[in-house]
């Protein structure tokens, strides 16, 4: 069974940055893709930045701001999503999904808020 647990969120208003962490009980380079996702309140789930073996994806509203870092920041443990240069609408619940073997695992989410 794979734990998965963010942390991170929190108040900060537009403009500001925020660095989310995901960390699991197995070995970050075990997992075959480690996505965050984000609902905010009244909306659905949606993927803001997915990285795998070997690519990095972010979807249109965030490239440019978010960065998941391949190397050198990660702990055996710990992947980030760095967030800059917030906006209200990146408001909502940040959720951590791996990939391990054929199975999916998902946080608790960590609440971000930006005010304006």
């Known amino acids: 069974q794979v734990q998965v647990e963010e942390s991170g969120g929190g108040l900060v208003q537009a403009g500001g940055s925020l660095t989310l962490s995901c960390r699991t009980n197995?070995?970050?380079?075990?997992?075959?893709?480690m996505t965050w996702y984000r609902q905010a309140p009244g909306k659905e789930r949606e993927s803001v930045a997915t990285i795998g073996r070997g690519y990095t994806e972010y979807a249109d509203s965030v490239k440019g701001r978010f960065t998941i870092p391949r190397d050198g920041a990660n702990t055996r443990n710990t992947r980030y999503l760095q967030m800059n240069s917030l906006k209200p609408e990146d408001t909502g619940v940040y959720y951590c999904?791996?990939?391990?073997?054929?199975?999916?695992?998902w946080g608790q989410g960590t609440q971000v808020t930006v005010s304006s």
């Open positions: 999904k791996v990939t391990y073997g054929f199975r999916e695992y």
């Open positions: 197995v070995l970050i380079s075990s997992l075959n893709v």
